[in-house]
């Protein structure tokens, strides 16, 4: 039917390193070109994990040329997903925070699994960060400015029945059946004219993408900025003490 299941596979837990995230635009790049794909399911492959978000080893202890580059990347991968004429919906099988969270945002219709040990958000307020203006215009697109506003200084990491409630994601379905829920959801998408509602699509979108595209180099200065200052290093280095302790 002219669907693609991509399945994110970058163990131990789909962090989106430099290679990973490159190798996800080439392959989206070639799907967005193929004309017999009009669909693409985004779900992942290692255990209870959607995606752990941007790897935290890109943004610690680099160069600012590292970080430029990392970000123009990030950047690339955001704006495709998010542009995409296909019809994307996420098959959120584990947890998603930040960037696997922005992955899941950028789909147009996002089902996830029952399982409360799952959580999704935009929690980059508790690394010492901050989510830059697009994360934040996606998130206030999607769940309203308020709930943004709380959810965004907060750093929530929602449960799975959470989200559905705040519209972080738009169905939650038992474990064993999200892929089929997905899929089910790709064929009611693909029954509406694909001009129509890529024109739609665009129609929705388009503000909100072209308020990067015409200051990406200016973002790429601060995301570099921001993120090579002592400060900002030492709360990641924090952070990743934090994540190693966790296993005891
Ligand atoms: C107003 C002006 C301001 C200027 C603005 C400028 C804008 C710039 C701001 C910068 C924004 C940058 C945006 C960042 C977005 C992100 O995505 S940051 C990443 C956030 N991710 C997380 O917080 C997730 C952290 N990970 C976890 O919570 C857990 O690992 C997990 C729930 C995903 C899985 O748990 P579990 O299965 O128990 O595995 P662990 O033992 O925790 O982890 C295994 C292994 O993986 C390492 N790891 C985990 N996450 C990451 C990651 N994101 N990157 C790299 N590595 C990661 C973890 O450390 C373990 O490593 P070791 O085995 O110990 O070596």
């Known amino acids: ?16 390193s430099l290679e990973c995230l490159t190798e996800f635009t080439i392959s989206l790049e070639k799907l967005e070109n193929d004309k017999s794909i009009r669909g693409v399911i985004l ?14 080893l890109e943004m610690y202890g680099r160069n600012p040329a590292h970080y430029a580059e990392y970000w123009k990347n990030v950047q690339e991968l955001w704006l495709r997903l998010y542009t995409s004429n296909m019809i994307l919906v996420s098959a959120i099988n584990g947890a998603s925070p930040a960037g696997g969270c922005l ?9 996830m699994a029952d399982n ?30 308020r709930e943004a ?21 738009d169905e939650v379905v038992p474990e064993d059946q999200v892929h089929s829920k997905a899929r089910s959801v790709m064929t009611k998408w693909l029954a509406i004219p694909d001009h129509s509602r890529q024109l739609t699509k665009n129609m929705m979108r388009k503000a909100t993408a072209d308020n990067l595209i015409k200051q990406r180099e200016a973002d790429i200065q601060n ?16 952070y990743l003490e934090k994540l190693k302790q966790k296993k005891g």
């Open 223 to 238: 995301f570099t900025s921001f993120i090579s200052k002592d400060s900002i290093q030492k709360s990641l280095h924090m």
């Open 103 to 111: 992955l899941a945002l950028c789909c147009d219709y996002r089902v």
């Open 116 to 145: 409360p040990k799952y959580t999704i958000g935009l929690n980059e307020s508790l690394l010492g960060i901050v989510a830059p203006f697009w994360f934040k215009d996606m998130y206030v697109n999607t769940i309203g400015h």
């Open 1 to 16: 039917m002219g669907v693609a299941v991509m399945k994110l596979r970058n163990p131990p837990v789909n962090s989106l």
């Open 43 to 56: 779900t992942s492959e290692c255990p209870g994990i959607f995606s752990a978000g941007l790897d935290l």
């Open 149 to 169: 506003e709380r959810a965004l200084q907060l750093g929530t990491l929602f449960s799975p029945a959470e989200a559905l409630k705040v519209g972080v994601v």
